[in-house]
């Protein structure tokens, strides 16, 4: 197994699966990406198998996507960008609907910050283990685009209600053990600051994805508005100052 993915047996019938990128704090890239695919597969064939343990090496559980390049999945070949961004988004999410499908059941130990498409490995997983370190951020939206994506729109208000995913999705904060209460007015702040296109469609994305008939479709749909907001100006801007350490400007 690469070594981006640690697979070991703690107990007898359980596997457990380690992203091993602790510098990054296990961002996601296709690398790992396909390794988790690959050791998917080869549980779900294997009965001696019965649960499933999936965690993230060092302080962090999985930091979302690698700001630094995902690099390209297995049918991407530079032929065609849009299809390729396309593939490469189908890559990632493909992976939540596994998790979700495998018989066996999925526990997350979320051993620290699990953002983006690392809460989405939260969301999917059946039961969720969740130490004093762990924090938790719908951050999709915090790079630009939406945060309807990887299955969050239809997985996390099912998990926590609609009205509580909604003010989670719309404002992109961190959620750690601890809630304090949120003024409106910090909350719209929050909103204001981020990419405007970004949150429109998410809120456009999370009230269609509470009406579609299956998670399936929910990700189809996400896959098809993530695709079309990438060609926006708003995620090279959110990159880009994520990366220097500086505050985002959104054109309205």
């Known amino acids: 197994m690469s070594s981006v993915l640690l697979v070991d047996e703690p107990v007898d019938h359980v596997r457990r699966l380690t992203l091993n990128r602790p510098e990054t704090l296990n961002a996601m890239t296709a690398e790992l990406c396909e390794a988790l695919h690959a050791e998917l597969r080869t549980i779900a064939a294997q009965r001696s198998i019965r649960a499933v343990i999936l965690t993230g090496a060092g302080r962090g559980f999985c930091a979302g996507l690698d700001l630094h390049g995902y690099g390209a999945a297995p049918s991407s070949d530079g032929s065609d960008e849009a299809r390729d961004r396309l593939?490469?988004?189908?890559?990632?999410?493909?992976?939540?609907?596994?998790?979700?499908?495998?018989?066996?059941?999925?526990?997350?130990?979320?051993?620290?910050?699990?953002?983006?498409?690392?809460?989405?490995l939260c969301l999917a997983s059946d039961i969720r283990y969740a130490s004093r370190d762990a924090v938790f951020r719908v951050a999709f939206i915090n790079v630009g685009v939406s945060n309807c994506d990887m299955g969050t729109s239809w997985l996390l208000p099912r998990l926590i209600g609609a009205s509580r995913a909604h003010e989670l999705m719309?404002?992109?904060?961190?959620?750690?053990?601890?809630?304090?209460?949120?003024?409106?007015?910090?909350?719209?702040?929050?909103?204001?600051?981020?990419?405007?296109?970004?949150?429109?469609?998410?809120?456009?994305?999370?009230?269609?994805?509470?009406?579609?008939?299956?998670?399936?479709?929910?990700?189809?749909?996400?896959?098809?508005?993530?695709?079309?907001?990438?060609?926006?100006?708003?995620?090279?801007?959110?990159?880009?100052?994520?990366?220097?350490?500086?505050?985002?400007?959104?054109?309205?």
């Open 170 to 252: 719309l404002t992109g904060r961190r959620l750690g053990a601890e809630e304090l209460p949120q003024r409106a007015v910090e909350g719209a702040r929050q909103i204001a600051s981020l990419s405007p296109w970004g949150v429109r469609l998410t809120k456009q994305g999370m009230w269609t994805a509470l009406e579609l008939p299956s998670e399936q479709s929910a990700v189809e749909y996400e896959d098809r508005q993530q695709i079309m907001s990438t060609f926006g100006q708003a995620p090279a801007e959110a990159v880009d100052a994520f990366l220097r350490k500086r505050d985002a400007e959104f054109a309205d």
């Open 87 to 120: 593939a490469d988004q189908q890559h990632m999410s493909t992976l939540i609907l596994e998790l979700r499908a495998l018989p066996q059941p999925v526990i997350a130990a979320v051993n620290g910050p699990a953002a983006g498409f690392g809460l989405a």
